[in-house]
């Protein structure tokens, strides 16, 4: 009998109760087929025994058989007489070939139930083809030998996850049960990292433990690449043990934890597919080997290990609930158990209790006494053989290392230290103790374990948290003077230091840990260490600091209060600390999976997203009146769809705008999106933003109409058409919203929302938000609110700050613009922020230019106005800090303005388009002919003073001398324009903060408010002033005499434009810095204003200032685009391609400064 399917098919997992009924169903049949009859079932052989029947069938012993195969590589082939004899001649088991199916071999019995699962325990397939030394042909014998020493000694005490019985017997006899080239590779690259020879360790890690973006080490990539051919074609236990160690490697590696913690998680899932987690006496019992039920238990429990270091080490959520488990542990207890077995159980124990300690700190829960009891109870019954000796095996060392600092981290909340005084912390006096007798043992253990197993490089990555960790406490402690001997103090310090400088070799985070450390002491006046001097900081050390806070929350200023400044710095070196990474934000038009991509690609804590536009809010308001749209955006709705599993998975917080006219209809759709999938994650929705019914109200009492956006400005002349919206009766309103600031997003997330989905709040809010939570800044803190509104900024507008839309897009290969990642932000606590994009993505590109470009987008002038913060961005400072990695800074706040922007939308009437082409000769004489034609006729039907605005345009000009008739011809008969079809338009109005009514509401699981929080209303304002506005004149002008040279405007300067309702802005700056004493001079109104040439009209106005830092220039050119982009009659009414047009004019340069 054989019962087959293809494991790897989704359609029916081992798991399923579909499969197993079916198995069921299939075994009761053969039983009754048997009974019938009346054949007994022979006892079973045992495999050697089988395995011989099989070979002298053939002719062939098995000595000879195994050497026949190295020989010819090929497998044995042999066939039992009859199917009854291959049945009875087997051990009865439930087992899977190489090929991934799932076979039962021997007599049918009930006792498979419908909990059996998949074991990896083949027949004949099993016979491997190649010796230990043939599969790894590519490494001296030597060298196979130095690292599996090196592996036993130091890895596998540690990450258990290979039964070295079972591997060490199946890699000597040449079967492929429990040994395979992938997991062999695995276990050589996990034992190079360790080896005392550089040359061998270089074959794993790069030099000072670099980035895998260029070049994967040999033995990582061919490891790696071995695991994936198992994943495609045939994965078993070994591909589970294969993954499990190569996502140790991967914390070694700059920038590559992600990718690490994600490999750990493909483990945890293929181990749960293969139905390790379940208790193994279902199967029956004679159907496992001991060795067979050892292997289950060690690959499944390594995993568990494994899982809770990667959650210890990133700070993250831990995969495996031991609700769904039904394997026992390994048992640790004093006993008659194999060394192996002991420190498993061991460590199993241990990390369970230290991930539920983490958990707790993560969400800052209280943690019950049981857990300090369990500690206790779990040092008390440790085995003999694991008790504490200076000359312990390198995995004592380590295990005892996590116990330590598990003791200090769940007593983390008990105690504080100070610097200055120890009286604000007298109450934690003896937390304080505990916290420094166990980091002691910690040193104590460090030296121990560089005495007698060498440099503490072949430690795993989470004992260099827990060495942090121990000397954080003896600097704070030495700090409150709570030391009697000085020279035990200095020698454990350096000894703790002297373990992390030694680290640096293998694991990226080494050196930034080093920085904090030496930072501290010199906080601290801590005397300083032989030859430890500090390394330079760089864009590395600030892209680790973020998640090195969520793994070590001893850097807390909550846990030492008094090693923080003001600004909540315990150095100026690291004005970074406590990096919070956002991103990104999505147009409306953005599919959903660019969502899943930033949640999937790479470390955010925010996911923020801005859909909404002065385009789709009124068009959807008209469907949604019609029935026909739910009124939220649908990408919105399709990104949580695709990237639900990685927000709980991961515990981001989401903040979107993708809520529209309707965010409580998707915040419904979204719990209940939630309690299908059984995640336990909260969903808020804001309100407040929606004005319609007020603004409707407003003009049918008063007859008047909210004031306009520019009508504080005292320069601008707002036209008629502007106003339309005065002639209330024939231009209804159909949707009003004000523009919501982060108040009430922030709000949400204080009541313990991870989902809030707004409607109208500005742009950069939920960015604003996001600092606001995470940093717990106050509502004055507006020098951090205003640089994190322009980090807002910054990302708001999908891949913009990756490459989209960027003027020197021809400067680079077209190939890296195509399927462009997403901007991020990382806001630290002072406000400052870098832009970057997720590391690993080979696409876009993140530089000053690029930020420059998008800074200059869409903005008001000096004085960036939101409804939380007025940031002043005169001296903005824009600096590349790496690779793909800009800095912002220099950015003032003050409160926000009195008024928040008011978008009204409103039926404006009808409009038509028609074209028509003139070809060949005279075609200026053609068009003027056909403007007097149409001018005519329409005035003869009386509908010619009936037009709002009646314009003729002139679009594109043939070509002079033309080689070909199409250079010089257009031609179109689509006259589907020329029919008049409705419209809608748009005005900016102003509103009155202090008559906002926000709000925050939580819903239960059941889709229903829990909870309602108000939004509170700024205290004091910012008083508007007349903008900035000075011309070249007013500036110290170089303006160099001698011979010019016509060159294009493009090729000499950078720029970006945008729109804000009927006005374009427009930045500009010059490629060579140097020119900048020149450019801003010659870049006057008046320049400005003759490279628009024909398309000036007078009642344009022109603002002009510059931002001296970034050296650039930007002007605001005031009702150019008539009504904005719903209703201009302009071919760029969003004014994006304003600045291309300026930059494609030719000017006359000096040739002095062309020469700079």
Request: glycine share 6%.
């Amino acid at each position: 009998m054989s019962i087959e399917r293809d494991l790897l098919t989704r359609k029916h997992r081992n798991s399923s109760r579909h499969y197993t009924i079916k198995l069921e169903r299939r075994i009761r049949q053969l039983e009754a087929e048997l009974q019938k009859n009346n054949l007994e079932v022979p006892p079973g052989e045992s495999r050697e025994e089988v395995l011989e029947a099989v070979l002298q069938e053939s002719g062939t012993s098995q000595h000879e058989s195994q050497q026949s195969l190295l020989g010819q590589g090929q497998k044995p082939r042999g066939r039992f007489h009859s199917l009854i004899d291959r049945l009875c001649a087997a051990e009865p088991r439930l087992c899977t070939d190489r090929a991934g199916r799932l076979h039962f071999y021997g007599p049918s019995s009930s006792l498979h139930t419908a909990e059996s699962i998949s074991s990896w325990f083949t027949f004949t397939d099993a016979i491997y083809t190649e010796t230990p030394h043939q599969t790894a042909r590519e490494l001296p014998v030597q060298l196979q030998e130095h690292l599996l020493d090196q592996y036993w000694k130091f890895q596998h005490g540690v990450i258990q996850v290979v039964n070295r019985e079972a591997f060490l017997n199946d890699m000597k006899v040449g079967r492929c049960q429990y040994y395979s080239k992938a997991l062999l590779y695995a276990i050589f690259a996990s034992a190079a990292r360790v080896s005392d020879y550089p040359e061998i360790r270089a074959l794993v890690v790069p030099p000072e433990a670099g980035s895998l973006r260029f070049e994967e080490p040999y033995l990582f990539k061919k490891a790696s690449t071995l695991v994936e051919e198992e994943l495609r074609h045939d994965a078993s236990v070994t591909t589970v043990q294969a993954l499990a160690l190569l996502s140790v490697l991967c914390c070694c590696y700059a920038g590559s934890d992600g990718r690490g913690w994600m490999d750990s998680g493909r483990a945890v899932r293929l181990a749960f597919e293969f139905g390790l987690n379940q208790e193994l006496s279902s199967i029956g019992p004679n159907s496992l080997r001991r060795v067979d039920s050892s292997v289950l238990r060690t690959t499944f429990w390594g995993c568990f290990t494994l899982d809770r270091l990667w959650a210890t080490y990133l700070g993250r959520p831990y995969l495996i609930r031991l609700d769904v488990v039904t394997l026992p542990r390994p048992d640790a207890s004093p006993g008659v158990h194999t060394w192996d077995e002991i420190i498993a159980g061991a460590w199993t124990d241990l990390l369970d209790i230290i991930g539920r300690i983490c958990d707790s700190i993560n969400h800052k829960l209280s943690q019950p006494l049981v857990m300090r009891q369990e500690l206790c109870n779990w040092r008390l019954n440790l085995d003999p053989v694991l008790r504490y000796l200076p000359q312990s095996p390198p995995a004592v060392h380590v295990l005892h290392l996590h116990y330590h600092s598990a003791v200090i981290l769940e007593r983390l909340s008990e105690g504080r230290f100070g610097v200055e005084t120890s009286s604000a912390a007298s109450d934690s006096t003896s937390a304080r103790t505990i916290y420094t007798d166990h980091a002691l043992q910690l040193a104590a253990i460090t030296q121990d374990y560089r005495a007698n197993h060498g440099s503490a490089r072949t430690m795993i990555g989470n004992s260099l948290y827990n060495i942090t960790i121990a000397v954080i406490v003896l600097i704070a402690n030495w700090a409150e003077g709570g030391t009697t001997d000085e020279n035990q103090y200095i020698e454990r310090v350096d000894s703790c230091v002297r373990s992390i400088k030694e680290m640096e070799t293998s694991f990226a985070s080494a050196r930034t840990l080093s920085n904090i450390v030496l930072s501290l002491m010199r906080r601290c006046n801590f005397p300083p260490l032989p030859s430890q001097r500090q390394k330079e900081w760089s864009e590395e050390d600030e892209g680790l600091l973020s998640r090195l806070r969520l793994s070590l929350p001893i850097l807390s200023p909550d846990f030492m209060p008094a090693l923080y400044d003001d600004q909540g710095l315990f150095s100026a070196t690291f004005d970074s600390e406590g990096l919070e990474s956002s991103g990104p934000f999505w147009l409306f038009a953005d599919p959903g999976y660019h969502m899943r991509r930033q949640a999937e690609w790479g470390d955010v804590d925010f996911l923020t997203g801005d859909y909404l536009a002065e385009i789709n809010l009124p068009e959807n308001k008209k469907g949604m009146d019609a029935g026909v749209h739910e009124g939220w955006e649908p990408t919105c709705w399709d990104g949580f769809v695709q990237t639900i599993d990685l927000i709980a998975q991961k515990e981001l917080k989401v903040i979107v705008n993708g809520g529209a006219l309707n965010p409580a209809g998707l915040a419904a759709k979204v719990q209940q999106l939630v309690n299908e999938k059984g995640f336990s994650l909260k969903v808020a929705y804001l309100s407040g933003d929606d004005l319609t019914q007020e603004t409707k109200d407003q003009i049918s009492k008063t007859g008047q109409i909210p004031a306009h956006l520019d009508s504080n400005n005292p320069d601008v002349k707002v036209e008629k058409l502007a106003v339309a919206l005065q002639d209330y009766q024939s231009r209804p309103v159909i949707t009003s919203h004000a523009y919501l600031g982060a108040r009430g997003i922030v709000g949400a997330l204080d009541g313990g929302a991870d989902i809030v989905i707004a409607g109208r709040v500005a742009d950069a809010s939920p960015v604003i938000a996001a600092a606001w939570y995470w940093h717990q800044w106050k509502p004055t803190d507006y020098d951090q609110l205003a640089s994190a509104l322009i980090a807002g900024h910054l990302i708001e507008c999908s891949a913009y700050t990756t490459g989209a839309n960027f003027a020197g897009f021809d400067q680079f290969d077209l190939d890296l613009f195509v399927d462009l990642p997403f901007g991020i932000a990382e806001v630290a606590n002072d406000g400052t922020s870098v832009i970057t994009k997720h590391e690993h993505t080979q696409k876009g590109i993140v530089n000053a230019d690029t930020i420059k470009c998008q800074f200059l987008y869409e903005i008001q002038g000096a004085i960036y106005l939101n409804s939380d913060v007025s940031a002043d961005t005169t001296n903005i400072v824009i600096t590349d800090v790496g690779k793909n990695r800009v800095q912002m800074s220099g950015i003032k706040g003050y409160p926000p303005p009195p008024t928040t922007k008011l978008a009204v939308f409103y039926d404006a009437g009808y409009q038509c388009q028609l074209l028509a082409n003139a070809a060949g000769y005279a075609t200026e004489k053609k068009w003027q002919l056909f403007e007097k034609q149409m001018r005519f006729f329409l005035n003869e039907k009386g509908v010619l003073d009936q037009f709002d605005h009646l314009e003729f345009q002139i679009v594109g000009v043939p070509e002079p001398n033309p080689r070909s008739q199409l250079r010089r011809l257009h031609w179109s008969l689509d006259y589907r324009t020329a029919h008049p079809k409705p419209y809608i338009s748009f005005y900016p109005g102003l509103y009155d903060q202090t008559a906002l009514k926000e709000a925050a509401h939580i819903l239960g699981p059941d889709g229903k408010v829990a909870q309602t929080i108000d939004a509170k209303l700024p205290t004091e304002f910012y008083r508007l002033e007349r903008r900035i506005n000075f011309d070249a004149e007013q500036c110290t002008l170089r303006n160099p005499q001698g011979p010019t040279r016509t060159v294009t405007l493009g090729d000499i300067a950078y720029g970006r434009s945008g729109d804000k309702g009927a006005n374009c802005n427009f930045g500009i700056y010059p490629r060579n810095p140097a020119h900048w004493a020149w450019f801003r001079g010659y870049m006057s109104r008046a320049k400005l204003q003759e490279l628009i040439g024909d398309d000036w009209r007078d009642t344009y106005f022109i603002e002009r200032m510059e931002f001296p830092e970034i050296k650039a220039v930007h002007f605001v050119v005031y009702g150019i685009l008539g009504r904005g982009v719903l209703a201009s009659t302009l071919l760029d009414s969003l004014g994006k391609a304003f600045a291309d047009y300026i930059r494609a004019k030719t000017i006359e340069v000096p040739v002095e400064i062309l020469e700079l």
